[in-house]
């Protein structure tokens, strides 16, 4: 619907955002972006079935690490890593067969 393409255009303009940043810029774009990493596993979690949109909204993760991570102190690595965490999170608890109560790989080899 709207709402999803409105997300995937966000999604690839804050990706270009990310790609952007350079010494001068990061720890504004950074900022910026924050936020949106910490909020997006929620809404993500509605709309996996729109497959382009779970697709842009992974690749907005990934390109603010590769272009961002060296450039960040310590507290904005460990705020990516934890959204980054989330992300994960948000995906096992929606994907997982044992969050569905069928138990799952991991649970069955323990």
């Given amino acids: 619907g709207p709402g999803a393409e409105s997300l995937l255009r966000a ?17 504004s774009i950074f900022e910026m972006l924050a ?22 909204v992974v690749q907005l993760y990934v390109v603010v690490a590769e272009t961002q991570v060296s450039f960040l102190s310590s507290d904005q690595t460990a705020r990516l890593t934890a959204a980054c965490l989330h992300l ?11 969050a569905a109560g069928g138990g799952g790989a991991l649970e069955e080899g323990r």
């Fill in 35 to 56: 936020p949106v990493l910490e909020g997006l596993p929620p809404v993500l979690s509605l709309a996996l079935d729109h497959h382009d949109l779970t697709a842009a």
């Fill in 11 to 27: 999604a690839h303009m804050l990706q270009g955002a990310a790609k952007a940043a350079d010494f001068f810029t990061y720890d």
């Fill in 88 to 98: 994960l999170r948000t995906f096992a608890s929606v994907e997982s067969p044992a």
